[in-house]
């Protein structure tokens, strides 16, 4: 037997057992109901229903795990009162079309074995009129009619294990599952943006190792040969003083590389360190008002000094700006960002542009990234990440 068939079946199988507990659901919602009446002069009576319920939904959740798949099969305590008592209520329903379902088949087996045992051994059926047994003829204009009902009796079998993960879903898992749906689709389409973010981030310090750092390496190497070279001493000095300046330059140049990298100063000196070392390093005056309590997770500290020296960068490279001001507070379990710049605006979150990579190392940390950037500015970019990711 394939595997969807088996596990159809089963599926099936699961709801007419569940169809079977329809009385003792009945049951418990007449006394639920009672509870519920009773809970308003007495604590122990809503204890009572609440456990009632508990347990009536339990025996329900692990029937729809083992034989119709659901996930997740939560505890009974993970739905409210209400929930759980429209849940049985519905289950009573669809309970109850399921036996008629099901009813419809073993009547519709029964009348067919009846019929062909009336043709095929001649016997009359039992309540048809006249003496004769049925004829071909007969058998031939129920065909039709029987083969209709049976393909609609057999649809709303295999319908009703739909109809109780649904039902299941709406009021046992209820928004917490869509909201876990919603919070990885929401993943998938970051973690996607990330990979586009991390390739353009490789090509950028590609970039910037072929058009920096080798450039100065050469310009290193060529002053060196030049001034050993050179036969007057005066002028021998002058290219060795030219070469320390451009080795100094070039330990400049890798040392940045290595920050883009990974900000070592982040985890060995702390966030406000590493933030005071990169206004100190901006192209504009840059202003910072920092109020950071306690030390976050090494991630989110990563992330934090990542959006605001990439946010420096856009403002010294696009933004023809004379001064920017950053603020970073701890509120709560949150840690908020604002860069501010008094440059051109225009910045976007298009697709491909640094911005969007930006916010894509936010939202991988649970955090979000907004930008207001009027064509004239201020540009002004928000950033809050959960302390705790």
Avoid: F
């Avoid at 429209?86 to 419809?104: F, I, K, N, P």
């Avoid at 909201?179 to 990979?195: F, G, H, M, S, Y």
């Avoid at 060196?224 to 050179?230: K, L, N, P, Q, V």
């Amino acid at each position: 037997m394939s595997t969807p068939l088996r596990t159809t079946l089963r599926a099936v199988g699961g709801s007419v057992v569940g169809a079977l507990a329809v009385p003792a659901d009945v049951a418990v919602l007449v006394a639920a109901l009672l509870g519920g009446a009773l809970a308003r002069v007495s604590g122990r009576a809503g204890a009572a229903r609440s456990a009632l319920l508990d347990r009536a939904v339990a025996l329900h959740a692990r029937r729809l795990t083992r034989w119709l798949g659901w996930s997740p099969a939560p505890t009974p305590a993970s739905a409210s009162v209400a929930s759980r008592t429209r849940y049985l209520g519905g289950h009573v329903l669809v309970g109850l079309a399921c036996a008629g379902v099901a009813g419809l088949l073993v009547y519709g087996a029964v009348g067919t074995v009846a019929v062909l045992a009336s043709w095929l051994l001649g016997v009359r059926l039992l309540g048809s009129p006249g003496t004769a047994p049925m004829t071909g003829t007969d058998v031939a204009a129920l065909v039709l009619p029987g083969a209709l009902l049976l393909y609609l009796a057999v649809a709303g079998l295999v319908g009703i294990p739909v109809a109780e993960r649904h039902l299941a879903d709406t009021l046992l898992a209820g928004r917490g599952r869509r909201a876990l749906e919603l919070r990885v689709e929401e993943l998938t389409a970051a973690r996607a943006e990330i990979v586009a973010a991390v390739e353009a981030e490789r090509r950028r310090i590609e970039r910037d190792l072929h058009d920096g750092v080798q450039q100065h390496a050469v310009a290193v190497g060529m002053l060196i040969d030049r001034g050993r070279r050179a036969a007057d001493p005066a002028r021998r000095e002058e290219l060795l003083v030219a070469a320390r300046s451009a080795t100094e330059q070039l330990v400049a140049e890798v040392r940045d590389a290595a920050w883009r990298v990974r900000p070592a100063a982040v985890d060995a000196l702390g966030l406000r360190a590493a933030l005071e070392d990169l206004a100190a390093r901006a192209q504009q005056p840059t202003t910072l008002d920092l109020d950071l309590a306690a030390r976050s997770a090494p991630a989110v500290e990563r992330c934090v000094y990542y959006v605001v020296a990439e946010t420096l960068t856009n403002v010294g490279k696009h933004a023809r700006a004379t001064s920017c001001r950053v603020e970073v507070r701890q509120d709560g379990g949150t840690v908020r960002v604002r860069v501010r710049d008094d440059g051109v605006g225009g910045a976007r979150l298009d697709a491909g542009r640094g911005l969007a990579g930006l916010a894509a190392r936010v939202q991988a940390e649970g955090g979000t990234l907004g930008v207001s950037s009027p064509a004239g500015g201020p540009t002004v970019v928000e950033v809050r990440v959960p302390c705790a990711s």
